[in-house]
């Protein structure tokens, strides 16, 4: 008798331990984090009332579906090709509904586009997930996946995750730039804004290191003058605006010590800088090389470079967007990013330092 009881405790124990396990999703892949702009948003702005929105076509005609998602991009944009190779599902925006259960283990996106660095950034768009916040969300959502996963296991998929940043452009064209004679270009002259700028970009990674961010790939900015947009507006004979492209080469260094900088404090490679500026220039300055038959022209967009104002169904419309470096006035296309991610992935340290994002997965899965 004592010993039925036994064998009927035992079972019950077992069956609850399976019961437990099926309930509490196990963390398996490595997460991925999405922090910045519209370069990288790919749905937050969708469930913000603003005018930095790309939910209405003919955004994502080349997207699975072939509609707009939200993503400035006729197909998928960086976070989702990097997702691509490194073999994870796409991760979600942190306001999507679906992001609940399971799918929080993949990672969250908290990218919200036009914003930047500063506060002041993005100002006419209004309603934007500017960093505080976004910073704010990922503390939100590592208590949400404590009541899944339990405060330790949470600690352990952040600090394993993957986590990509990218800031700063909009500082100089949504915001220096923006117009003549800007508040901020009022109150600093380049050569001094950029520091402020760069010092203020070095709290934000600060505050992200604090919340367990532990391999953090941070872009700079691209060769900013050469956009369609800027094109468009500032350019005689299609060569690039000669101001936006000092503040990139001003901005760009400086992100690099910064970011060499914090590393040595910290005594790890944490936060490892992709040089977008490079990546960008080499199929800016030879497209051909790469399949494009223009880095100037826009593929969706209107006036002289197809530069001004938004890409909407009225747009002229290119029929091959693999063709076309730019997909709208200031977003590479998908080809474009996909260019991109393979220098991330396997560039020399002259993309990426102190090293490419294959030896960081490579090396990263032996701990």
Not at 14 to 27: D, E, H, K, Y
Not at 112 to 119: D, E, F, R, T, V
Not at 172 to 193: D, E
Request: hydrophobic fraction near 40%.
């Amino acid at each position: 008798m004592a010993s039925s009881k036994f064998y009927a405790f035992q079972f019950t124990l077992i069956l609850s331990i399976l019961l437990l396990a099926t309930s509490v999703p196990s963390v398996a892949a490595r997460a991925f984090f999405v922090f910045g702009d519209s370069l990288v948003d790919n749905g937050n702005n969708n469930y913000l009332v603003t005018s930095a929105r790309a939910d209405s076509p003919p955004y994502g005609i080349d997207y699975p579906t072939h509609r707009p998602t939200g993503r400035f991009s006729n197909g998928l944009n960086l976070p989702d090709i990097i997702s691509q190779r490194m073999g994870a599902e796409p991760t979600l925006p942190y306001l999507s509904p679906q992001l609940r259960g399971r799918n929080l283990l993949v990672g969250a996106n908290f990218a919200s586009a036009g914003i930047g660095i500063l506060n002041d950034t993005g100002v006419q768009f209004i309603n934007i997930i500017r960093m505080p916040l976004q910073l704010e969300y990922f503390r939100e959502y590592q208590q949400r996946v404590s009541g899944l996963i339990g405060a330790s296991q949470t600690k352990q998929l952040v600090n394993n995750a993957l986590v990509l940043i990218t800031l700063g452009g909009n500082d100089f064209v949504n915001n220096y730039y923006l117009v003549p004679n800007s508040a901020r270009s009022q109150q600093y002259a380049l050569p001094k804004y950029v520091p402020f700028i760069v010092s203020e970009y070095k709290k934000i990674l600060t505050k992200l290191y604090n919340l367990g961010a532990r391999r953090v790939i941070v872009t700079g900015t691209g060769p900013l003058g050469c956009v369609p947009a800027e094109l468009a507006q500032r350019s005689r004979n299609g060569e690039c605006a000669a101001e936006l492209q000092r503040a990139a080469e001003l901005f760009n260094p400086q992100l690099n010590q910064m970011l060499s900088d914090l590393n040595r404090k910290i005594g790890s490679n944490v936060f490892i800088s992709a040089n977008s500026k490079k990546m960008h220039s080499d199929f800016i300055s030879d497209p051909r090389a790469f399949g494009f038959v223009s880095s100037k022209i826009a593929c969706c967009g209107q006036g002289p470079y197809n530069g001004l104002g938004l890409c909407t169904r009225l747009s002229n419309l290119c029929p091959n967007r693999d063709l076309y470096a730019f997909w709208d006035p200031f977003h590479p296309s998908e080809k474009a990013n996909r260019i991109i991610v393979e220098q991330m992935m396997t560039g020399s340290t002259e993309y990426m330092y102190p090293m490419n994002l294959s030896t960081i997965l490579a090396l990263d899965s032996q701990n």
